[in-house]
């Protein structure tokens, strides 16, 4: 067969082949996961930064601002990272062929 016709043949995926350029499918919530885990951790660093940077002056009120800017901005990096990790699920993933609906045995088509 020329031009790369395979005669009405189709080919299934198996476990290992696909699309991705290293032959792997990326589980989506293992992406979440992790996308999450990393997104908030940066986060959390940030805030703290941040709050110390911006405060007026070094007392027991920068340690409260450092505490609520790390839950601020870690719980706004789980959620970002959650997004860009099940959007990379979602572009990289393969999903497996749906089955034609089969007859059941008492009817006939």
Do not use: K
């Not at 034609?100 to 045995?105: G, H, I, L, M, R």
């Amino acid at each position: 067969m020329a031009n790369g016709e395979t005669g009405g043949e189709e080919r299934h995926l198996r476990r290992g082949e696909g699309i991705t350029p290293s032959g792997r499918v990326v589980d989506p919530s293992d992406a979440v996961t992790g996308m999450s885990f990393l997104f908030g951790a940066i986060g959390a660093v940030a805030g703290i930064i941040v709050a110390a940077i911006l405060s007026p002056q070094l007392s027991l009120a920068t340690l409260a601002y450092c505490i609520m800017a790390a839950l601020a901005c870690g719980s706004a990096g789980v959620v970002t990272g959650g997004m860009v990790g099940a959007t990379f699920a979602v572009l990289r993933g393969v999903t497996p062929p749906a089955d034609p609906p089969q007859p059941s045995e008492g009817h006939s088509l």
